[in-house]
């Protein structure tokens, strides 16, 4: 069974920095696709950053050049280096695994981490 367990959320003011991390079990993590993606209040959860299990990562054009996606296929583990916080980056922060299995796209989710940037 898939455990996605999120951490590292918290309040920070604009211009600040907040590290997310995401502990993974029950997974080849390398088999994966790792990513993470965020839902304001009154939004859809909008992707922010994937990784490939090659590394290659992508990114909203919204945190391009901000955040950084990177991961640890031996420690199973998934960060999101936030830096140049703005307001409209609040908002709770999910860890995804996403794979293609007999064609269907499987998704696990995390519980969550909330994310509050102060203006």
């Known amino acids: 069974q898939v455990q996605l367990v999120e951490s590292g959320g918290g309040l920070v003011e604009a211009g600040g920095s907040l590290r997310l991390s995401c502990a993974a079990s029950?997974?080849?993590?390398?088999?994966?696709?790792m990513g993470w993606y965020r839902q304001a209040p009154g939004k859809e959860r909008e992707l922010v950053a994937t990784?490939?299990?090659?590394?290659?990562?992508t990114y909203a054009n919204s945190v391009k050049g901000r955040f950084t996606i990177s991961g640890n296929n031996a420690k199973n583990t998934l960060s999101l280096q936030m830096n140049s916080l703005q307001p409209e980056d609040t908002a709770v922060y999910y860890c995804?695994?996403?794979?293609?299995?007999?064609?269907?796209?499987?998704?696990?989710w995390g519980q969550g981490t909330q994310v509050t940037v102060s203006s």
């Open positions: 029950g997974i080849t993590f390398s088999n994966y696709v």
């Open positions: 990784i490939s299990s090659s590394g290659t990562p």
């Open positions: 995804n695994a996403m794979r293609y299995r007999l064609g269907t796209r499987r998704d696990s």
